[in-house]
């Protein structure tokens, strides 16, 4: 399935008082806009799942563009499941333009990675002068009692002309060795990515990196943060900062067979199947706050 959707804001005529509207708004299933009606002077659109999915071998397209001045969020109904599908990768691209002055929040919900999919998430940003963004993504790997598919995400960033950020991040079968060691997801089943661009205090406090959490000023401006749990909502609390991380975290994280294998609604599944076993307990944070390796 091919699917694009395009959503672009603009500020309001004067005449018809101050704020921002939605000028341009198309989809097609499963890419579904809808505009949400809410207070303030910033447009709000809302994807809505207009059917299963992805899938393997859906190529997905969204665009979103913010003119001069104009204030946009843009938000999933709810969490996406990548299935295996015809077994090809599922490919979403994400293009942002935010012109001068405009403010972007790219909000979707997780996305869940299920045994045997590929999942391909790219996502190109081009901010303007005295633009702000805040940028999110989510990625369950696996669902319950199932190991993950594979799930490989790239964010290519760049501000007024100038490269703010480029990375690239792979788990799953596919990935290369130690994706999930203490390198990589520490034997978390859930990765959150925030960025902010600029890095605003008074918007948001600057939160420290803690086992569990990363915090990364870049050089252009603007803050990564990356963490990593059991659970969305953990990681969710993490990104917040309302979890008590200087005193509880992972410490330790231990592959082991299922026993029984995968549920037997899912044949599919190689026997036995792999399950994460997370530990929390105290630990001591260092005068850095660094990640422990």
Request: charged share 20%; proline share 9%.
């Amino acid at each position: 399935m091919e699917a694009v959707a395009v959503v672009r804001a603009e500020t309001a005529p004067s005449d018809r008082g101050a704020g921002s509207r939605i000028v341009v708004l198309q989809g097609r299933a499963p890419l579904l806009p809808r505009v949400a009606a809410v207070p303030g002077s910033g447009a709000e659109v809302v994807f809505v799942g207009g059917a299963a999915g992805p899938l393997g071998g859906d190529e997905l397209a969204v665009r979103i563009e913010v003119g001069a001045g104009a204030r946009l969020t843009v938000r999933t109904a709810a969490a996406s499941v990548v299935l295996p599908g015809t077994g090809a990768a599922a490919r979403q691209r994400v293009e942002i333009d935010v012109e001068d002055g405009g403010e972007l929040a790219w909000l979707p919900e997780p996305v869940v990675v299920a045994a045997g999919a590929r999942y391909e998430s790219a996502v190109r940003v081009t901010l303007g002068r005295a633009t702000r963004l805040l940028m999110r993504e989510t990625l369950v790997l696996g669902r319950a009692f199932e190991p993950c598919g594979d799930a490989v995400s790239r964010w290519d960033v760049s501000a007024e002309g100038r490269v703010l950020l480029r990375q690239q991040a792979a788990y799953g079968p596919g990935a290369k060795p130690g994706w999930r060691g203490p390198a990589g997801t520490c034997g978390g089943t859930v990765v959150g990515t925030e960025l902010r661009y600029p890095d605003v205090p008074d918007l948001a406090p600057r939160l420290p990196s803690v086992p569990g959490r990363a915090v990364c000023a870049l050089a252009g401006g603007g803050r990564l943060t990356t963490v990593v749990a059991g659970d969305a909502l953990t990681a969710e609390r993490l990104m917040a900062g309302v979890v008590d991380t200087e005193t509880t975290a992972f410490v330790g994280a231990m592959i082991t067979p299922a026993e029984g294998g995968p549920p037997d609604n899912n044949p599919r599944l190689p026997r036995p199947a792999e399950t994460i076993s997370l530990s929390t307990a105290p630990v001591a944070v260092d005068e850095t706050g660094a990640l422990p390796v």
